[in-house]
């Protein structure tokens, strides 16, 4: 069964530090989601994007994140400088086209710490 | 914009016995409801989901019931078991393919 994939699954970085997760979405899903999840919380949508188009990044922190998915298919979220407050896991999340787009598949996450 | 409460942030029960989670949106539009597991250090996983033209969908053990005047929405699991035990969230899926999540309910089943 296919599934989305995340690296790394630990990060582990000093503050004011560049980090970066990669995604690889489901094959065919055309819309991916980066959410941040603090403990305890429910995931929170960073920013959306439809095939290499940014759908919706209101709530990503753009004095220090940045989001791509140049070809369309895998994507890189970034955070520079790292802050304290970072620390969560970072989720990825795929799902179709179409009617079926509501369907979100999640990847394993990467859990980030920083120092 | 969109906002969804989930109760109760924590739910005991004994091992056998029914548990019911409950979520109220604030958006009419909405027309999505899914209902996720998350188990320690796990990813969420789709466990139900209903659209809003089904008042009630069954899976098993698993029932999602949907109250679009009210615009609420509740997961009931019958015959509880260990493997049962997790955080439970819901969410309302809007116009653009988001969902709006709820704080989360865990779930504890007692032996």
């Known amino acids: 069964e296919a599934e989305v994939a995340q690296s790394p699954r630990y990060k582990i970085t000093e503050k004011s530090q560049a980090v970066a997760f990669w995604c690889d979405p489901i094959?065919?899903?055309?819309?991916l989601y980066w959410y941040r999840q603090i403990l305890g919380q429910g995931p929170e949508l960073l920013v959306q994007?439809?095939?290499?188009?940014?759908?919706?990044d209101s709530q990503l922190p753009k004095d220090r994140f940045s989001a791509e998915r140049l070809k369309g298919v895998d994507s890189t979220l970034k955070i520079q400088p790292a802050e304290l407050g970072d620390s969560a896991m970072y989720l990825c999340?795929?799902?179709?086209?179409?009617?079926?787009?509501?369907?979100?598949?999640f990847g394993p996450g990467t859990r980030l710490t920083v120092t | 914009g969109e906002n969804v409460e989930q109760h109760p942030s924590t739910l005991s029960v004994q091992e056998g016995d029914s548990a019911v989670i409950k979520c109220t949106y604030s958006?009419?539009?909405?027309?999505?409801f899914p209902w996720y597991k998350q188990e320690l250090g796990k990813r969420p996983q789709l466990i139900i989901d209903?659209?809003?033209n089904v008042g009630e969908k069954k899976d098993q053990r698993i029932a999602v019931t949907l109250n679009k005047t009210a615009k609420h929405f509740s997961l009931h699991i019958t015959e509880t078991q260990p493997e049962d035990s997790a955080v439970y969230f819901c969410?309302?899926?809007?116009?653009?393919?988001?969902?709006?999540w709820g704080a989360g309910t865990k779930l504890i089943i007692k032996p």
């Open positions: 999340a795929s799902s179709l086209p179409g009617t079926s787009s509501y369907e979100q598949y």
């Open positions: 094959s065919g899903h055309a819309t």
């Open positions: 994007f439809q095939d290499e188009s940014v759908v919706d």
């Open positions: 958006d009419s539009a909405s027309n999505y």
């Open positions: 209903i659209r809003s």
């Open positions: 969410a309302a899926g809007d116009s653009n393919y988001q969902l709006i």
